[in-house]
T-cell receptor, first 109, second 113 residues
Framework: EDQVTQSPEALRLQEGESSSLNCSYT??????LFWYRQDPGKGPEFLFT???AGEEKEKERLKATLTKKESFLHITAPKPEDSATYLC??????????FGQGTRLTINP | DAGVIQSPRHEVTEMGQEVTLRCKPI?????LFWYRQTMMRGLELLIY????????DSGMPEDRFSAKMPNASFSTLKIQPSEPRDSAVYFC???????????FGQGTRLTVV
């Protein structure tokens, strides 16, 4: 069974303090690993898809990386507007996305 | 494009009543997904359609849940009869493929009392 574990559950940072969020996964035949951002009261918003180990993608202050067992979402010099819940999901042979519980990120000004 | 549109945004109903949630996917997207989100279980896939045909409904919790997609621009998720444990936020999402990004609606917050 495909599984995703995200850590930490919650993270508080000061504005400008860089850090990383972790997504560990087990999947039968990885077809893709997805990162989403979710703001309170809204639906998840797509950030990145990674398809193979070694792949990296960047968007503004965010960079996602992938190994055979985990993915990291690195956030560099975050701003308060980066506060949100970040969700990781994997797609395996069954073709459906399995989501982790998310990391709730708070950036204090 | 207006994105994925869900209605209603909020629904409060009494136990035993029928509840119907509605979704309009993004035009041109062949895949439509229904998810449920709770604090305890996170985001779970209930069912997904490809070209209006249900492909995988293994996430539908019980026979009380049913979903239809009569055409490419409309889908419903029905719960009959509803129970308090069905209280959750229900999301609809659409996409061009299963392994590309899915676009989520704003969700319907369902409360069954």
């Amino acid at each position: 069974e495909d599984q995703v574990t995200q850590s930490p559950e919650a993270l508080r940072l000061q504005e400008g303090e860089s850090s990383s969020l972790n997504c560990s996964y087990t999947v039968s035949g990885l077809r893709g690993l997805f990162w989403y951002r979710q703001d309170p009261g809204k639906g998840p918003e797509f950030l990145f898809t990674l398809y193979s180990a070694g792949e990296e993608k960047e968007k503004e202050r965010l960079k996602a990386t992938l190994t055979k067992k985990e993915s990291f979402l690195h956030i560099t010099a975050p701003k308060p507007e980066d506060s949100a819940t970040y969700l990781c999901a994997v797609q395996g042979g069954a073709q459906k996305l399995v989501f982790g519980q998310g990391t709730r990120l708070t950036i204090n000004p | 494009d207006a994105g994925v549109i869900q209605s209603p945004r909020h629904e409060v109903t009494e136990m035993g009543q029928e509840v119907t949630l509605r979704c309009k996917p993004i035009s041109g997207h062949d895949y439509l997904f229904w998810y449920r989100q709770t604090m305890m279980r996170g985001l779970e896939l209930l069912i997904y359609f490809n070209n209006n045909v249900p492909i995988d409904d293994s996430g539908m919790p019980e026979d009380r849940f049913s979903a239809k997609m009569p055409n490419a621009s409309f889908s419903t998720l029905k719960i009959q009869p509803s129970e308090p444990r069905d209280s959750a936020v229900y999301f609809c999402a659409s996409g061009r493929d299963t392994n590309t990004e899915a676009f989520f609606g704003q969700g319907t917050r369902l409360t069954v009392v």
